[in-house]
């Protein structure tokens, strides 16, 4: 069964591109191979001998995408909520990491998260570790069981953070990476690195340049943060003066996609002109984090502007700077900041529609996992089955208007079945 | 058992005020009579012979009171949330009320929103029904069996809403509305009326008169809206120019506060230093409704001035602008609106606390009840235990952590058990 065919039958819901959402009433989802063969109204007479599971009456969309989660801040997530940025990294954030260079401290932690990922909507997720390697691998340990698909990267740190976390110097950062990688191979199917610099005030020039170097000869893809804050883009602009804005601190060291060097920067909520120019041009991805931005008070992300210039883009539950992993949570969060900034911003960039969230928060994500987030043909198979009786009695609503209840109502009491690249998780 | 007396053992927490959180860590809270007789440490020898609740390890906090909620918009909660203010009431509110005319539609579609109410954290609401009497008198025969406390209107329109829920004239509504109140005579013991003119563009002068009169013989008090949306603000100046402002357009007719008449008015985004003054003078509560002025994009409401000015305020969940009923969940999204207007706004209006949103959630909208919200003597025992274990491992938190998680991350699966005046619901 590592690579399973079945068919299920329910109300298919997903989307095609940020403005339209496919709808199939009583339809087939058929997997073959683990990949999606497509959407039937009718079940073709070359699949009839599939095994079914009938789902009638229950919601089938594409399993969510998380671009931005930390796995060891979920044990305190919605704590700490009264402080900003660099005040809440300070206070809680290093102090808790620091803890899981004991391999005991992660052993006890890390299960809840992973189970509690297991339990929700998301199929995949870009995950931030800490900086310790047997810490990170334990983890990578749990999410390959579980049967999620995720990309982990150790943190790299290793200036402006307290003893307890900082890496003892560029050297042993790039050191310790590849000591991680090489520990890495043959070891996973469903769980792959990303190199993950912390944040420009966290990573000296040299540990940059070394990981832009690592990243050339693995060919690995990157993930970090951008943009969040105004008082963190000031202390860029000290750290790394020759930048010529944020990104470009990134860019000048190879972390900044490009061909070859798919990236993730989760925030991007005070991007300029020419970052934005550059975002476009690398094909970097936004992870839009809206809860997050609104939790530790950095802003409102230009989330329309992004969309209209094409710019890949999906979203993150920054847990813990969010407080939960669901990315149903974080579409209605998109949309709901998306019209406050529209009424106290900016009112030419209209709000997020219902049917643009769920586009980000699967296929448009999905786009960093390769053909996953959509039940287009030869997509991966990523499926969630949701009995949404609890909130729309059967047979009340349409397919959409069963969607928008779901992005706003359902937790994870409502998810039946959950499928990650055909394999099915419950 | 109509004022039973008893004790509840568990981690105590309420406010004393908007800054002061108390917390009693494996506490005794001593409910005599119906009515809380303290928090008490050790357990004073003159209750040790009352029967007890053991809840150790469990979080106890007063009940939470909705100050602005709309009955039968529940069915239809996160809908059509991709439109403004007036389209939204023409596309799916008012179609949606008019089917209250029929009574069988009322027993079919209100018992879902007590069911769910009962299950939630509040144990209070003041509840906008529909113009119906009967639908509307049906409503509160289930909430009086609910056990639940609340003030429901039966709500006066009589002009720019569609003909199916209008109701024909003035003196149709006024002669509807004493009609309503002569049956209430003895009916209920926790279920109360409130008189309820939809808001302005609803109501003709001539309605706002008639109910004026009403309000002083009956002593009732009042609840409505207020300065959602600039839209429509303007609209109320064209209906009533006598008016010098919003509010004027209720004190005008003996509506709007003041001795013998409380009242609510929800949302006060846009409140100007007139109306300001105004509220503040007539003790105005205002309902501030965060969710719902996020989801219709009305704005955000100045609630850190309103604070510091001292006017009476709670939150509302503003079902269906609102999508969740839980006051809990208005406490999160009043601290995280605070923040963006901080942010986008205003910078000299400092975010909300979670000790303040809880303040509104408990005491500050209790007030509107009488002595409601808090477990200082003498109040009416209104109380939640909560299980916060699901999220807060027993043991690993303080008080004032646990409440901050509760507030972000608690359901209705957390909660233990209930009372409401001194009734145990479950």
Redesign the interface.
């Known amino acids: 069964m590592n690579n399973p065919s079945f068919v299920l039958k329910g109300d298919l819901c997903f989307s095609r591109d940020p403005q339209t959402l496919n709808a199939v009433p009583n339809g087939y989802l058929v997997c073959l191979d683990g990949k999606c063969a497509g959407t039937f109204a009718q079940l073709p007479a070359q699949y009839q001998q599939l095994p079914m599971l009938d789902c009638t009456g229950k919601l089938i969309v594409p399993g969510l995408v998380d671009l931005h989660v930390h796995a060891p801040q979920y044990s305190y997530?919605?704590?700490?909520?009264?402080l900003e940025l660099l005040e809440w990294l300070e206070t809680h954030t290093f102090p808790e990491e620091s803890k899981y260079r004991d391999l005991s401290y992660a052993r006890k932690m890390y299960p809840a998260f992973v189970r509690d990922l297991v339990r929700g909507p998301n199929t995949r997720a870009c995950i931030f570790a800490t900086v310790h390697v047997e810490a990170t691998l334990h983890l990578m340990d749990l999410l390959e069981a579980s049967g999620l698909c995720t990309r982990v990267g150790k943190v790299n740190m290793d200036r402006n953070s307290p003893d307890s976390l900082r890496e003892p110097g560029a050297q042993a950062s790039l050191d310790a990476t590849r000591g991680w990688l090489g520990r890495l191979a043959g070891r996973y199917q469903r769980t792959k690195p990303i190199l993950t610099p912390r944040f420009t005030p966290s990573c000296s020039d040299e540990l940059m340049a070394g990981l832009g170097q690592i990243q050339k000869e693995f060919g690995l893809p990157v993930q970090s943060h951008l943009s969040e804050n105004p008082g963190e883009i000031a202390w860029v602009q000290e750290l790394c003066p020759q930048s010529r804005f944020y990104g470009d601190a990134y860019h000048l060291f190879g972390l900044f996609g490009g061909e070859g060097c798919p990236t993730i920067m989760a925030h991007c909520v005070y991007s300029g002109e020419e970052e934005i120019a550059l975002m476009q041009r690398q094909r970097v991805f936004i992870a839009h984090c809206p809860?997050s931005n609104?939790?530790?008070?950095?802003?409102?992300a230009p989330v329309r502007r992004y969309l209209t210039e094409g710019i890949p883009m999906g979203l993150g539950s920054d847990v813990a700077g969010g407080?939960?992993t669901s990315i149903f949570r974080a579409m209605?969060d998109a949309?709901?900041?998306s019209?406050?900034?529209?009424?106290?911003?900016d009112s030419t960039l209209a709000?997020l529609?219902?049917a643009e969230a769920f586009y980000l928060g699967t296929l448009g994500g999905g786009a960093f996992f390769g053909k996953v987030g959509s039940f287009l043909p030869r997509y991966e198979f990523d499926a969630l089955v949701i009995d949404d009786s609890r909130?729309t009695p059967q047979g009340s609503?349409s397919i959409p208007?069963r969607l928008?209840?779901t992005?706003?109502?359902s937790?994870d009491?409502d998810l039946a079945h959950k499928y990650a690249a055909g394999k099915q998780l419950f």
């Open positions: 997530r919605a704590l700490g909520m009264d809860a609104t939790n530790l008070a950095s802003g409102i407080t939960h209605a949309i709901q900041v019209k406050l900034r529209w009424r106290l911003q709000p529609t219902a909130y609503r208007e928008e209840r992005i706003y109502l937790d009491r």
